[in-house]
């Protein structure tokens, strides 16, 4: 059974710092395409970040410079720290493993930027 839990998130302010972090069970990191998502009130879901099995990233626009992407493997985690948060950062983030056939949603947690 593959599992994926979210944690890190919080509320901070404008400028300040978070790094979220993706726990995973059942399915080796390593093998599988990695992502984060957000989700905004109102808003459709999107792609924040991802890492491939080969090490290679890339980010949304809005993010990159801010955002990184990155493995544990002796945990088997998988980390998005981020800086220089805007208010507009403000979401529901979402880790997400592409691993064969399937994909697997980790449950979220809640980014909220003041300003």
């Known amino acids: 059974q593959v599992q994926l839990v979210e944690s890190g998130g919080g509320l901070v302010q404008a400028g300040g710092s978070l790094r979220l972090s993706c726990a995973a069970s059942?399915?080796?990191?390593?093998?599988?395409?990695m992502e984060w998502y957000r989700q905004a009130p109102g808003s459709q879901r999107e792609l924040v970040a991802l890492l491939t099995t080969t090490g290679g990233t890339n980010y949304a626009g809005s993010v990159k410079g801010r955002f990184t992407i990155s493995r544990d493997n002796a945990r088997n985690t998988v980390y998005l720290q981020m800086n220089s948060l805007k208010p507009e950062d403000t979401a529901v983030y979402y880790c997400r493993a592409r691993w064969l056939i399937s994909d697997y949603w980790g449950q979220g947690t809640q980014v909220t930027v003041s300003s």
């Open positions: 059942g399915i080796n990191t390593r093998a599988a395409v």
